[in-house]
């Protein structure tokens, strides 16, 4: 079964940065599309980033791009989300997500594994 574990998580001044990492096991890696998602409180979750390493894609919401960046270490098995400038507005509980598949990632593709989630709070 594919297990995801986040870290990376925590407390963090607007503007700061954070990093948050997703391991990836029981599968390989390169044969499944990676995403985060961000669940705020009274909000619905929503889709953050992705990436297909088969592929060599990426995407991102365009509330974060410019200041996100996904990435991965198939060697790993990791993605990692890296969070410049942060805003009050993202905290939120991220979550990491994978499917199988290859070519292009999308955010609304349906995710069948999710990790447990990582607490981001930015404070004003």
């Known amino acids: 079964e594919v297990h995801l574990v986040e870290s990376g998580g925590g407390l963090v001044q607007a503007g700061g940065s954070l990093r948050l990492s997703c391991v990836v096991s029981g599968a390989t890696f390169d044969d499944y599309h990676i995403a985060w998602f961000r669940q705020a409180p009274g909000k619905e979750r929503e889709g953050v980033s992705c990436?297909?390493?088969?592929?060599?894609?990426?995407d991102y919401a365009e509330f974060v791009k410019d200041r996100f960046a996904v990435s991965a270490d198939s060697a790993k098995n990791t993605v990692y989300l890296q969070m410049n400038n942060l805003k009050p507005e993202d905290t939120a509980v991220y979550y990491c997500?994978?499917?199988?598949?290859?070519?292009?990632?999308?955010?609304?593709?349906?995710?069948?594994?999710w990790g447990q989630g990582t607490q981001v709070t930015v404070s004003s």
């Open positions: 997500a994978a499917v199988y598949g290859i070519g292009h990632c999308r955010m609304t593709e349906r995710y069948d594994y």
């Open positions: 990436i297909s390493s088969n592929f060599y894609s990426t």
